[in-house]
């Protein structure tokens, strides 16, 4: 294999994909002690596990003390950076554990040891820039090439998700003769109309989305022109004889797709690569089950495919569901899709529910579900009290292609992803035809004609027959593999295993009974080698959400999350909606609590049901009047109209309205847009790309802004994090911004909530400062720890107990004068706090 070394006199990588191998020379008794090191009883990853057998046979050989052996690390990079750059970058990455865990062993072992590593090129293994997947499936063949099973290697290798059917499954697709791709080419026709429709909804939810930050998380990130051009043209459809074929609803994009406006099916992300190649699979198969020449293959563009792309949440928080809904369904009414391909169950439990919503709505078990076909609607005539024929569509629920992220690329789960989408291609080839022949008068007949011919199909063909049985067979697979993550595992067993529940329970006696009869049981176990017990647990119930209105949300029982979320669900008097209201107390709870709300002229209090009132413990509103003060209520219109109007509604004289800050001039921050966001608390890069200094929109104006103004910052100083409670000499610089950034000069900045989201807390997020001090001013961070005997903290259990007393902590900043920022504070060599603790 030809290897070229890379240092740090090599020249920048040629364009395209470059992969590379890193190796460790270790003599037996360097690798032996490593792994000693490694071998933890809590943990101890494969890879130890395998040298350890090899040492454990080279020992018995005999041969152990002469061998010696290299440890490799295979992996890909992306031009210009070039492999050794790739090398520094992991050791240092908090991505690359297992690489630092057996760097820092070799040190733990030997402290004169320095990184000995080679890093070699591999130039014959050069892809394309244009051939991202060809790229995963080779870095996947090298790894398993060189013995994944000793290499530092955690994972298969690629970045986008790979599969390759089964066979059989192939063969049954294939045999199926659809044409859905071909035929839906050559009536594909734009609707100026559609298009005209789609430009004024999506308009709408832009200008939805900016009016409502804090619902719609673009307090982060600003819904922008491009964001919702790309949106819109990915939801816009191409026409068959003037009818929508099919439409993907996704629930939700990434915060990257989301900055970059990458579109899912064209975007970089793993789950639209996996779903474009599926599509692109199944495109593939039907030209080889057709024998058609030339092949649809070399016209694929997924782009001008019989299906769009839309999203149930296009903004970036899920706080507003009913919004959601509202455009969701609008867009339907637009489009008018014959098919609608659910992703997740969130999205399924929508759309499979004609968009209605109450106790009495079926819940199934969405692995029960997946790939079955079943009319629904998407407007409903309050005035006739049925659905309209007009919205009816298909309902096809798949697995969001994006579960492959987080979960085990499992063939079981695979499988059933793959042929779910050929079962869509067959359903969508079925709604052509009979489009073509226009036998059916609404387009509800039309749904019921095409789900009755798949049902004919079944009993006529053989290979149609063969082939939903084998849909049936992976999803039965899939339940049976994932059942104990779902919310009642015992039903998804007895879905699958209905015949023999049967034989090892009797019809004839009661479910649990026959179990208390030894007979009965013995002959159970005879018959199937086994008996099953159905045990009686207690009822459980769902209560659906209360919707009060804010005069009878007074003394309210509310429920309070361990973080010090909750929800309040109420009803507008003047327009009758349906609003969620999220909040936050600021201080964490040890377990999930209910507390009685009262609203009061100062805000809202929590009051424990044994009568206690709640009160922040530290920070700015320590022993306050009330436990969330108004002021916080000017950060969310819905819940300061809530406030405003339950205290009215019982009489309490509010001393003047929230966001009134008797200047007599307007909000300053009216009309400005957001600017360059902070850096969040995980940021290893200057990404998004700071102002240096901050413009006034940027959020990093309010940190410069509070530094320039406090005396002893100014011109270089200590920023302090710790409460007086704690340290008597404190600033308390920390609770002083938040005071800050809550003046009525600042409470409206675009940026302003996404800082008191972080540091309005009894447990702020200091991390998030030792990212975006460095941006404005040198930075050194210091950790301060120490054991008290007699200091008592009055907060729940964050700190730890020692045999000394109580773990005081304290982040410390120290600031350089102005101007004293470096050029890239995330250089290892900086000594800022991005990067150094000390």
């Known amino acids: 294999m030809k290897m070229e070394l890379s240092t740090q006199e090599s020249q920048p990588s040629e364009p395209g994909q470059h992969f590379y191998v890193r190796s460790w020379c270790l003599t037996s008794q360097e690798l032996e002690a490593v792994v000693t090191i490694l071998e933890k009883p809590d943990l101890v990853w494969p890879q130890v596990r395998k040298w350890r057998q090899i040492l454990d046979v080279h020992a018995l050989d005999g041969i152990g003390s002469q061998a010696t052996y290299t ?98 499954d192939a063969q049954g697709f294939r045999a199926l003769r659809t044409d859905f791709w071909r035929l839906f080419q050559t009536k594909a026709r734009h609707s100026a109309n559609v298009t005209l429709a789609l430009a004024a909804h999506f308009n709408q939810v832009q200008s939805w989305a900016n009016s409502n930050p804090l619902e719609s998380g673009t307090h982060i990130g600003k819904f922008s022109d491009r964001q919702r051009l790309m949106i819109q043209q990915s939801a816009t459809p191409l026409m068959y004889e003037d009818m929508c074929v099919m439409v993907f609803i996704g629930k939700d994009q990434t915060l990257e797709e989301y900055r970059s406006c990458d579109a899912f099916i064209t975007g970089p992300s793993r789950a639209g690569g996996f779903a474009r190649s599926l599509l692109r699979r199944n495109v593939q198969l039907e030209a080889q089950g057709t024998q058609l020449h030339p092949s649809p293959m070399q016209s694929f563009n997924p782009t001008n495919g019989p299906w769009c792309f839309v999203d149930l949440w296009p903004w970036l928080r899920h706080t507003n569901i009913s919004q959601a809904k509202h455009y969701l369904q609008a867009y339907l009414g637009i489009v008018q899709p014959i098919i609608a391909v659910s992703f997740s169950g969130a999205v399924n439990r929508i759309t499979r529910a004609n968009f209605m919503d109450g106790p009495n709505i079926l819940r199934n078990i969405f692995g029960t579900v997946i790939g079955e076909g079943t009319i629904q ?36 789960y695979m499988r059933i992803v793959d042929m779910t989408m050929q079962y869509t291609f067959l359903v969508g080839n079925i709604a052509l035809q009979f489009i073509d022949q226009r036998h059916f008068g609404n387009r509800l007949e039309l749904c019921r004609a095409i789900l009755d011919h798949v049902a004919t199909l079944r009993e006529t063909s053989p290979p149609h027959r063969r082939f939903l049985s084998q849909l049936r067979q992976a999803r039965d697979e899939y339940i049976a593999f994932s059942y104990k993550e779902t919310a009642n595992p015992s039903n998804d067993v007895k879905h699958i295993e209905r015949p023999n529940f049967d034989r090892l329970r009797p019809e004839d006696c009661d479910p649990d009974t026959w179990f208390d009869d030894p007979k009965s049981r013995r002959d159970a176990a005879q018959c199937a080698g086994l008996y099953t017990a159905q045990s009686r647990d207690a009822p459980i119930n769902h209560k659906p959400e209360v919707f009060l209105t804010p005069q009878e949300c007074q003394g309210r029982l509310i429920k309070v999350g361990k973080r010090g979320l909750f929800s309040i669900p109420w009803k507008r008097s003047s327009d009758g909606a349906l609003i969620s209201t999220k909040m936050h107390t600021g201080f964490h709870e040890a377990w999930e609590q209910r507390h009685y709300m009262f609203f009061t ?118 920023f302090r994090t710790g409460t007086v409670d704690r340290f008597p000499d404190s600033t308390e610089d920390l609770q002083r911004f938040v005071t800050f950034l809550k003046q009525p000069q600042y409470r409206n900045h675009p940026y302003a909530p996404k800082w008191l989201f972080y540091f309005d807390r009894d447990v702020p997020k200091t991390q998030t400062l030792a990212k975006n001090l460095p941006m404005l001013r040198a930075t050194t961070k210091t950790r301060i720890r120490f054991s008290s005997t007699t200091m008592r903290i009055p907060t729940m259990a964050k700190h730890k107990k020692s045999s000394k007393g109580i773990r005081v902590n304290e982040t410390r900043f120290e600031l350089g004068g102005p101007g004293s920022a470096m050029a890239n504070p995330f250089s290892a060599g900086s000594g800022q706090s991005c990067v150094t603790v000390v």
């Not at 790894?143 to 066979?167: C, K, M, W």
């Not at 409903?380 to 690329?409: L, R, V, W």
């Not at 209090?605 to 000017?634: C, M, Y």
């Not at 819940?639 to 307007?666: F, I, Y």
């Open 377 to 412: 609607f998407s407007e409903y005539d309050h005035q006739s009290q049925e659905f309209t024929a007009s919205s009816a569509f298909i309902n096809i629920p798949h697995i969001d292609p994006g579960y492959a992220k987080h979960h085990s690329q499992h063939p079981k």
């Open 601 to 718: 002229k100062h805000g809202i209090d929590l009051v424990k049901p044994s009568g206690e009132v709640i009160r922040r413990l530290r920070g700015p509103l320590q022993n306050g009047v009330v436990t969330i003060e108004a002021a916080q209520f000017s950060l969310q219109k819905d819940a300061q109209e809530l406030w405003m109007t339950a205290c009215r509604a019982h009489g309490l004289a509010l001393e003047k309205d929230v966001g009134d800050d008797n200047t007599g001039d307007g909000d300053p921050w009216e009309g400005v847009d957001a600017g360059v966001p902070l850096l969040n608390e995980r940021a290893m890069t200057e990404t998004p790309k700071q102002n240096r200094p901050p413009l006034r929109e940027d959020a990093n104006w309010l940190l410069n802004e509070f530094i320039c103004q406090t005396p002893h910052l100014a011109n270089g100083g200590t």
């Open 71 to 168: 440890i490799r690390y295979l992996g890909t990079c992306a031009s210009p950076s070039r492999p050794i750059d790739r090398h520094i970058q992991d050791l240092v990455s908090p991505t690359a554990a297992f690489i630092q865990s057996f760097t820092g062993a070799l040190r733990d072992a030997f402290p004169d040891w320095k990184d000995s590593a080679q890093v070699h090129r591999l130039p014959d293994a050069h892809i394309p820039p244009t051939s991202l997947l060809d790229a995963d499936e080779l870095e996947r063949l090298l790894i398993a090439f060189f013995d994944r099973s000793t290499l530092l290697n955690r994972q298969p290798g690629g970045f986008h998700v790979s599969y390759v059917s089964f066979e059989e």
